[in-house]
């Protein structure tokens, strides 16, 4: 059997990780993409942008291509404003680079610009909005853990169907979206990461997928929970 039977087509960086540590000859590239989306949230509609890092290239001889939502940002308060999500996208892309680089997989480590992003709002706005406590990832709470601080983290999974905007087309997507409430040092804050999507008309074809995807990334998390007796209760799609 050939090493990369295993796995038919890499759909996350882990499954990367992993055909490099068993032998397989990989090439990879990341691109870009910050798409307008509507997000039909319930009865509450919004607009946001995503932070896509498309993962393309060749294993075994085999082209692939997979996508990874790093952050999402909104101009209101429904989610992080897009100046704070281009610095929460980059922090957990640099932290995805450090592990490619690390398994031994050469890849150009670009990232996100607010500069290229087509959005209309002041640059004093953003000033404004953007605390300083705002650019806090999950990473960051569990090395408060690791610390001995006390973390508890309540967690509210969500399967939200969208509109993705493009320049010539318009593409119906549904992400698995995790929400997480953390409480710590007397403060409680909330975080958001997108655990995986799929096609919405595609449905019945690709939504298992994304479900097992969104699954193994959170029991990822659970484990570094689990390292750091971080308080929670394990919730799966």
């Given amino acids: 059997m050939e090493p990369s039977a295993m796995i038919s087509s890499p759909g996350r960086v882990t499954d990367l990780i992993t055909l490099k540590k068993q032998g397989v000859e990989l090439s990879v590239t990341p691109s870009f993409e910050i798409v307008p989306v509507n ?3 319930e009865s509450a509609p919004y607009q946001a942008h995503i932070f ?3 993962y393309s290239g060749t294993f075994d001889n085999r082209e692939f291509m997979f996508r990874k939502c790093y952050a999402k940002g909104c101009q209101h308060n429904l989610c992080p404003h897009v100046a704070q999500a281009v610095m929460i996208a980059n922090r957990y892309l640099q932290r995805d680079y450090k592990r490619v680089r690390d398994a031994g997989i050469a890849i150009e480590e670009k990232l996100f610009s607010l500069e290229e992003m087509m959005v209309k709002y002041r640059r004093e706005e953003d000033a404004e909005r953007v605390g300083t406590g ?3 990832t999950i990473h960051d709470y569990i090395n408060i853990a690791k610390e001995g ?3 508890e983290v309540q967690i509210n999974l969500d399967i939200i169907p969208a509109v993705e905007h493009f320049a010539n087309r318009k593409n119906r997507q549904t992400f698995l979206m995790g929400g997480f409430t953390i409480s710590t040092l007397g403060s409680t804050n909330q975080l958001e990461r997108c655990l995986a999507c799929f096609q919405t008309d595609q449905e019945r074809l690709e939504k298992a997928e994304a479900v097992e995807t969104a699954n193994k990334r959170l029991k ?3 484990s570094e929970f689990d390292a750091t007796d971080i308080e929670y209760k394990p919730t799966f799609f």
């Fill in 149 to 151: 601080n006390r973390v």
């Fill in 220 to 222: 990822i998390l659970y």
């Fill in 39 to 41: 997000f039909a949230h």
């Fill in 134 to 136: 705002g650019v806090l």
């Fill in 52 to 54: 896509l890092c498309r």
